[in-house]
């Protein structure tokens, strides 16, 4: 018994069943789940989640799942809301806070869309799986794979495989394959080995179930404010799941009745040196040019024309928010800020959507009191290659140096 | 108004008062947090905790701090027990979970200790913490006094110090000093350096509140089990402290009515390189002998000789538990089933209290069905080091060849 229905083109509205995995509409658009709601409203009380384990499937009336549909899970969402109590006010900004996405299983906001989607593969029947990745996509497909027993590949640009995300890839048991190529060399490439070995491809909203996952942070966003939503969401924006699946959230939430019809303005928050949708939205365009030369620290955001351009500039324009791009020395300036002042090492991702905080509130777009949520998408320690580590050694026997200094200076070594 | 009422040696009985930092007793023992637990009992209700956000913090009438103290949070706790549905039946022990402390801030167990020990520290007008360590602690007490703004300094053994533990130590503003000598001259040049320059020490269970965070692992248990606490509880062990806390959080809960009497099994597990524990319970004695020559890759237990080592024995023995070491290749062995089987890619310490139970399920102290919790202290990618990861390239243009093979092979890069 599930109250999921069908699913439906979000342009062309045609119906297609559940029975079996579709990626996308016969007009080549993305699908969504759709839930019989009416049912919900009258069935489930939101106090009824209380009782439940603090992840995301607390949520699971919402979720493309029957109830006997086993789900891969490894105890994610149900995020912290970290308060900024210190660079906040400091910033103009009195209630401004981070939905810490780090704190995932993998480390990475991407486990939300990975623990549905390897669920839904599970269930019906899907055992191999192509993932295509600039970020750390393939780190969470890889790990709930190997959960569901399922074969994942993770491909990644070989310029920009981070590091971690390649170790835990392959911990996990994924094939791992760099590519010596563009981003659009890795996605054509990918599809061309799903189609040859019939592979199922993973690419952010050509499959309708990680919109699924990653909407729980819409919900959470709801509970975790006492079912009131916040005045501004600041949100990475690389293939835009997560705006588009808030959006869809608060659609469902409103139609069962546990919020009213009051929408965060949606904010989309890209890199100055990959920032297609921000130009997109300046231009008053309803779909996005491809990015030609991509420069930016900030690989979550790596992606020249995201394939639902047309939904994430229609969930920004219908909420009231807007499109912001950062450079990177501002990010990296704010990930260095938030780490000295809050405790908060996070990902470059999640900081620059707090610098976007800061520039809509110095241009008047956001006011100093509104209830304002970053999201930083993935821990800070999967990016060790932006932190130097220069450090003293002191020999045995030596004598630690810990003389008066501002926090921010480094101690020097005794010479004995 | 608070329930905490004093601080009491553990040896030799005697009280002190809360209103300034005290490291130990007068007798040179550790000393614990007491509260005014019939009042507890009297006015707290387990079920009020339902309604409070999911992190340790829930648990606020048995921290050792005011009302009117502010606590230094990032949201640590409440972390969730993942069911080992496949490696653990596949071994025998049907109900085996993992305890997955790597998704607490800054990956790693140490947030909780470190969230208690800064806000006191705070509160009680400390400003400089040192902070030798041999595993992670660095990290946690880094990102709590940034967020504090108190000054740390953290020392680390320049042979063992992880990569990713200099690094974010480094990112959250700390002084990062290594030490060119063993794990002796590093805390007795750090306790030297304390002493000249008037630094507070932050050592296990030589100041009283890291253990007070690290009990809420057993409040956690309490609550996740429905308050009937499992049969086994496998922990890794180096200072002892995470034990030695559950310990006390039972005898709370106990005390003011939200648990019985049953206990579960308390097992200490360490590295056979590194096991001044094990030798210890097995030769009957009250406390531990030095260990001579570390020889482990687990860094989380490289600790000659826990300054708690009589509370850690006497609390294995209480509970009837075990004390359990495991070879460092059945630990590397068990770390790669864990990502592979499970999607879980933990810390060695996590894996060697998974082989653990296996060991005590083959000797039989363990039982099938029995409810074991087995504690992975900080996540996998805390330790890239332990994964090779030589991948293949494919140029753009080639074809990626998806042969069939088995899970744990490696795809073959097209020659094309």
Same mark, same amino acid.
């Given at each position: 018994?599930?109250?999921?229905?069908?699913?439906?083109?979000?342009?062309?509205?045609?119906?297609?069943?559940?029975?079996?995995?579709?990626?996308?509409?016969?007009?080549?658009?993305?699908?969504?789940?759709?839930?019989?709601?009416?049912?919900?409203?009258?069935?489930?009380?939101?106090?009824?989640?209380?009782?439940?384990?603090?992840?995301?499937?607390?949520?699971?009336?919402?979720?493309?799942?029957?109830?006997?549909?086993?789900?891969?899970?490894?105890?994610?969402?149900?995020?912290?809301?970290?308060?900024?109590?210190?660079?906040?006010?400091?910033?103009?900004?009195?209630?401004?806070?981070?939905?810490?996405?780090?704190?995932?299983?993998?480390?990475?906001?991407?486990?939300?869309?990975?623990?549905?989607?390897?669920?839904?593969?599970?269930?019906?029947?899907?055992?191999?799986?192509?993932?295509?990745?600039?970020?750390?996509?393939?780190?969470?497909?890889?790990?709930?794979?190997?959960?569901?027993?399922?074969?994942?590949?993770?491909?990644?640009?070989?310029?920009?495989?981070?590091?971690?995300?390649?170790?835990?890839?392959?911990?996990?048991?994924?094939?791992?394959?760099?590519?010596?190529?563009?981003?659009?060399?890795?996605?054509?490439?990918?599809?061309?080995?799903?189609?040859?070995?019939?592979?199922?491809?993973?690419?952010?909203?050509?499959?309708?179930?990680?919109?699924?996952?990653?909407?729980?942070?819409?919900?959470?966003?709801?509970?975790?404010?006492?079912?009131?939503?916040?005045?501004?969401?600041?949100?990475?924006?690389?293939?835009?799941?997560?705006?588009?699946?808030?959006?869809?959230?608060?659609?469902?939430?409103?139609? *069962?009745?546990?919020?009213?019809?009051? /929408?965060?303005? +949606?904010? $989309?928050?890209? %890199?100055? !040196?990959? &920032?297609? @949708?921000?130009?997109?939205?300046?231009?008053?365009?309803?779909?996005?040019?491809?990015?030609?030369?991509?420069?930016?620290?900030?690989?979550?955001?790596? *992606?020249?024309?995201?394939?639902?351009? /047309?939904?994430? +500039?229609? $969930?920004?324009? %219908?909420? !009231?928010? &807007?499109? @912001?791009?950062?450079?990177?020395?501002?990010?990296?300036?704010?990930?260095?800020?938030?780490?000295?002042?809050?405790?908060?090492?996070?990902?470059?991702?999640?900081?620059?959507?707090?610098?976007?905080?800061?520039? +809509?509130?110095?241009?008047? %777009?956001?006011?100093?009191?509104?209830?304002?949520?970053?999201?930083?998408?993935?821990?800070?320690?999967?990016?060790?290659?932006?932190?130097?580590?220069?450090?003293?050694?002191?020999?045995?026997?030596?004598?630690?140096?810990?003389?008066?200094?501002?926090?921010?200076?480094?101690? %020097?070594?005794?010479?004995?």
């Amino acid at each position: 018994m599930s109250y999921y229905t069908h699913l439906e083109c979000c342009e062309c509205g045609r119906t297609h069943p559940t029975d079996r995995w579709l990626g996308v509409c016969s007009c080549g658009r993305s699908l969504f789940a759709r839930y019989d709601l009416p049912r919900i409203r009258a069935e489930v009380r939101r106090e009824s989640l209380m009782h439940r384990p603090p992840t995301m499937w607390r949520y699971r009336e919402f979720m493309p799942l029957g109830r006997d549909e086993p789900v891969v899970t490894l105890g994610e969402g149900y995020t912290p809301l970290v308060p900024l109590g210190t660079v906040g006010p400091a910033g103009g900004l009195h209630r401004l806070f981070l939905k810490d996405e780090g704190r995932n299983p993998t480390g990475v906001f991407k486990a939300r869309g990975a623990s549905v989607g390897v669920s839904k593969a599970r269930s019906l029947g899907v055992r191999r799986l192509i993932v295509p990745t600039v970020g750390s996509g393939g780190s969470a497909w890889a790990a709930y794979g190997a959960r569901a027993g399922l074969e994942v590949a993770v491909t990644m640009p070989v310029s920009d495989a981070p590091m971690i995300a390649r170790k835990d890839c392959v911990a996990t048991g994924a094939r791992v394959i760099l590519i010596d190529g563009t981003t659009t060399d890795l996605f054509r490439m990918s599809q061309r080995a799903a189609d040859r070995y019939g592979w199922t491809p993973i690419i952010a909203l050509r499959e309708p179930f990680r919109v699924e996952g990653k909407k729980t942070m819409g919900f959470e966003l709801a509970e975790q404010f006492g079912w009131e939503l916040p005045d501004v969401v600041l949100y990475p924006t690389g293939g835009g799941v997560g705006l588009i699946g808030m959006w869809k959230a608060f659609e469902e939430l409103q139609a *069962v009745g546990w919020i009213g019809s009051k /929408r965060p303005r +949606l904010v $989309a928050v890209q %890199a100055a !040196g990959c &920032a297609p @949708v921000v130009r997109a939205f300046d231009a008053g365009a309803d779909a996005c040019e491809p990015w030609e030369r991509m420069d930016t620290v900030v690989p979550g955001v790596k *992606v020249a024309k995201a394939f639902a351009d /047309r939904l994430i +500039l229609k $969930a920004i324009r %219908a909420t !009231g928010g &807007a499109a @912001v791009a950062i450079e990177d020395a501002e990010t990296l300036a704010t990930q260095r800020r938030l780490a000295l002042e809050e405790g908060l090492y996070i990902s470059p991702e999640g900081a620059m959507t707090v610098a976007a905080g800061f520039r +809509l509130r110095d241009g008047g %777009a956001i006011k100093a009191h509104e209830t304002i949520v970053a999201f930083n998408t993935a821990a800070g320690m999967r990016y060790p290659h932006l932190v130097r580590d220069d450090l003293p050694v002191v020999r045995a026997g030596d004598e630690i140096v810990l003389a008066e200094s501002p926090r921010s200076d480094r101690v %020097a070594p005794a010479t004995g």
